[in-house]
Every structure is written in C-alpha cells, then in structure tokens.
C-alpha cells in the first residue's frame, strides 16, 4: 500500500476519533445542565441491584406509579400525583436504570429483575399491597410485578399497557434499537444527545399524536432527562430485554387474581389497544376496561382528569372496606 494511502487513511482515523471526542463533549456538557435544570426530586432506597429514586406525597392508602419506555417519574408527577396526593399516599418512581434509579448490569433490565427490585424497595419503604399504576412498559413491569411477588400488590390500573411481544419497534424508538451492547454503549456516549436533540420534537409528536405534545413536556415532564448518555444506553437496553419476557409471559395471565383495570386510547401510536388488551381480556373477564375515543399513548398527561378518575375507580375497588 503507498504511502498516500496509508496518510489518506490515517487523516481519517483521526478525523473520525476527533469528531467522537468532541460529540463526546459536548453529550457531557449537555447532560450536566440536563442535571441542573432537573436534578433529583426525591430520596433514594437501596435495593439489591441498584437504586430507586422516588418522590412521595400525601397520606392514606398507597398508589404506587410506574412509567414507560425513556421515561421517568415526572411523567407522573406532571398531573397525577398533585392530583391524588389530598387522598391517598402516592409514590412515583423512576424504574430501575432510568431517571435517577439505577441497576448494576444489563441483565437486571429484564422484567422478572426489574419487578424483583422494586418489590424489595415496596418492602424497604414499608409499602404495603398499593395499587400499582403503570404505563407502557411500566404496565408490564406491574404484570411482573403481580406474578412474581403477588404478596406485595393490592392491585393493577395499567395505562396504555405493553401485554404483548410487538414485531416491530415502534417509530419513536427506532433510534435506540441498537442490538449490541458494545454499538450502544458507542452511540450513548457520542451520538446519542444530538440524533436526540435533533429528532425531539418528531419523537413527541409520536409518542402524543394523534393529540399534541404539552410545550412544556420537556421540563415539567421530565423528556429533558433523555438528554443523556446514560438514558439512551438504558432505554435501548430495555428495549432489547423486554421481548423475551412478553413472548412467554401471556401464558400466566390466568394467574392473576388481583383487581386490573386498563385505561387505552384508540389512537395510540406506540401500541395497538386492541393487541394489547386481547391477552389480559381473555384471562380476565372482570377487566375494569376503558378506551379513550381519539385519545393517544399518554392520557396521563393529555388526559388528566379521565385518568385521575380511572385511577380512583381502581382503587376504590382495591382498598374497598379498608
């Protein structure tokens, strides 16, 4: 090989490792003013595992709430959990490697070690048989979370629930299905803020439509906290540990005895309400089921007080004689 070559090749090795280094720099910078503008909210509880960060407010019966997919807890601290606070003891929490929560190693990404974590932080805080509130990937999180440790839950009131295996990443998260874990921790650290920053508003506009995203979604819902590294690296590994799970799990939806309620909108882009209400309805003729005419894939925030009176409906039903 000439020496032209060898020096063509060698500028561009270097030209490609200064251009990482420098979007490496600057996915840091913008993640610690990421932290700046919202740092924790809450307290943290050692579990095995990892860490849970949770925020609580008010007193009475427990409701515990669990987000989606790239979320985080403001999800539900923008509307439900002011909401509620007058009447029960409400806890919102960022799942294990998302928000301010974190897990050891990429195994404990998969539900049955997700759900395993939070029943020991139930367990730690003193939280005894709440109604778990999930959504999205948080509502199969909660079906975990009642199969495997049904001593620790009162009862389910899923929203926009994942109930089973999709083929397909849905279009919002095309940008974090990455397969291998090396690729991704490589992306994370690079290219990940800016493709985010970049695709932002086409990303809400999925995740909300057919309704549109709130303006200040990215503050006061938190989405500014995927701004960081570490938030696409845990929400692309989710997004390749889950799968497994819902390709086995349907099969244990008998199980289930706790009081369920499901909260959909027939619009929702993310997932189809009707694939994902089939599996639960089936085992569960009792389903406590409503689907929001023209309503998205976050009723919790377009649809505050549909969800809240949802939310009460269930546990009415939970904590009934209590």
């Not at 990429?106 to 805080?125: G, I, S, W």
């Amino acid at each position: 090989m000439s020496l032209w070559i060898l020096g063509l090749l060698g500028l561009v090795v270097f030209a490609f490792l200064a251009a990482g280094t420098g979007f490496a720099l600057f996915s840091r910078n913008v993640g610690a003013k990421v932290e700046e503008a919202l740092p924790p909210a809450g307290r943290k509880t050692a579990v095995d595992g990892g860490v849970i960060h949770f925020v609580e407010a008010g007193k009475g019966q427990p409701i515990v709430m669990i987000h989606g997919l790239a979320g985080n807890l403001h999800n539900f601290t923008y509307a439900m959990t002011g909401a509620l606070a007058d009447d029960y003891r409400v806890i919102a929490l960022d799942r294990p490697g998302c928000g301010y929560s974190t897990r050891d190693a990429d195994d404990r990404a998969r539900l049955p070690e997700q759900a395993a974590m939070v029943a020991e932080f139930l367990e730690r805080e003193g939280i005894e048989k709440p109604l778990i509130v999930g959504h999205s990937l948080g509502g199969a999180l909660s079906l975990f979370l009642a199969l495997n440790h049904p001593e620790r839950v009162g009862g389910l009131a899923m929203i926009s629930p994942l109930t089973a295996e999709q083929d397909d990443a849905p279009g919002a998260f095309e940008s974090i299905n990455i397969a291998n874990p090396g690729v991704r921790r490589l992306v994370a650290g690079t290219l990940a803020v800016p493709m985010t920053i970049r695709n932002g508003d086409k990303a809400l506009a999925e995740v909300f439509g057919p309704e549109p995203a709130p303006e200040d979604f990215r503050t006061r819902g938190g989405s500014l906290l995927s701004l960081r590294p570490e938030a696409f690296y845990a929400a692309a590994t989710d997004l390749h540990a889950v799968p497994p799970e819902m390709r086995t799990v349907q099969s244990r939806y008998h199980e289930l005895t706790h009081p369920m309620g499901m909260l959909y909108g027939d619009g929702d882009r993310i997932l189809h309400w009707k694939t994902h209400i089939a599996p639960i309805q089936a085992a569960r003729e009792d389903l406590d089921l409503e689907v929001l005419e023209g309503v998205g894939h976050m009723p919790l925030i377009t649809q505050p007080e549909r969800t809240e009176a949802f939310i009460r409906r269930m546990a009415g039903r939970v904590f009934a004689g209590a």
